[in-house]
């Protein structure tokens, strides 16, 4: 059995090794630890092993986690699941980041709601990259205004876009998606101040999506183990 600082070893050399392969320096690809479904105490073991960005799934539980661990000053909490309406607030006064923003209304709520004694809320966009019916994203047809909306809002910096590519594509498909996803980050790259994050790339993709310019890969399972 390996332990969480191990495997967390693994996925930085797997990172700076995908990074190198592809010509950009490694220190270009950040890791966001999901720690989703896992102990407060898996956490800390992270922490411990020096990782400092953790990203959570279900509002609650995300929320739960920030308040028990608010001696942790320098943590980065990222919420990157789907977020209803009537959970806004609590996600505005407890996170760092939001990368599952899709729509107008979500983005509405977490500038009204963001306190003003916190920075302004980094967002990133999720876009439904492979316009499947199943999963949320912002539907490519949709991405301009949400961009600029979002760019608009005073207590919201917009970061960047969030992706989950479809599970077990050809290795044609992954391709395809991940070049569509990068020509959309550079688009907005090239004329947003801020816009400096391409969040793609999981446990299972990691290397496809830094060798197509992922500034971000979200890993779970490699670093805590499967979920159960
Ligand atoms: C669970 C999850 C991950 C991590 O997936 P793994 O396969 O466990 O690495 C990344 N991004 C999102 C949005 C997730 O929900």
Redesign the pocket.
């Known amino acids: 059995m390996q332990t969480i600082a191990e495997r967390l070893d693994s996925a930085r050399k797997g990172i700076d090794q995908a990074a190198t392969s592809a010509h950009r320096p490694p220190k270009t690809v950040k890791l966001l630890a999901?720690s989703?479904t896992k102990p407060v105490s898996d956490i800390i073991e992270a922490y411990e092993a020096g990782q400092r960005m953790f990203?959570e799934?279900y509002v609650q539980e995300g929320v739960e986690k920030v308040q028990e661990l608010s001696g942790f000053k320098d943590i980065e909490w990222h919420m990157?699941?789907p977020i209803q309406s009537n959970k806004t607030k609590v996600v505005a006064e407890h996170f760092d980041w939001v990368?599952?923003v899709d729509r107008e209304k979500i983005a509405r709520r977490l500038n009204e709601q963001r306190p003003a004694s916190m920075p302004p809320l980094n967002v990133c966009i999720q876009v439904n990259i492979d316009d499947e019916g199943s999963k949320s994203g912002v539907a490519l047809n949709d991405l301009a205004s949400l961009v600029e909306f979002v760019a608009s809002q005073e207590r919201l910096c917009l970061r960047g876009l969030?992706a989950?590519p479809k599970a077990n594509p050809s290795e044609e498909q992954q391709r395809v998606t991940l070049s569509k996803l990068k020509e959309l980050f550079d688009h907005y790259h090239t004329s947003l101040s801020n816009f400096d994050t391409l969040s793609v790339g999981?446990?299972?993709d990691m290397a496809e999506a830094i060798q197509h310019g992922s500034t971000m890969v979200?890993?779970?399972?490699?670093i805590f183990g499967k979920?159960t």
Do not use: E, H, L, P
């Open positions: 999901v989703k990203g799934n990157i699941g990368q599952s969030m989950i999981m446990s299972s979200r890993i779970g399972t490699a979920r």
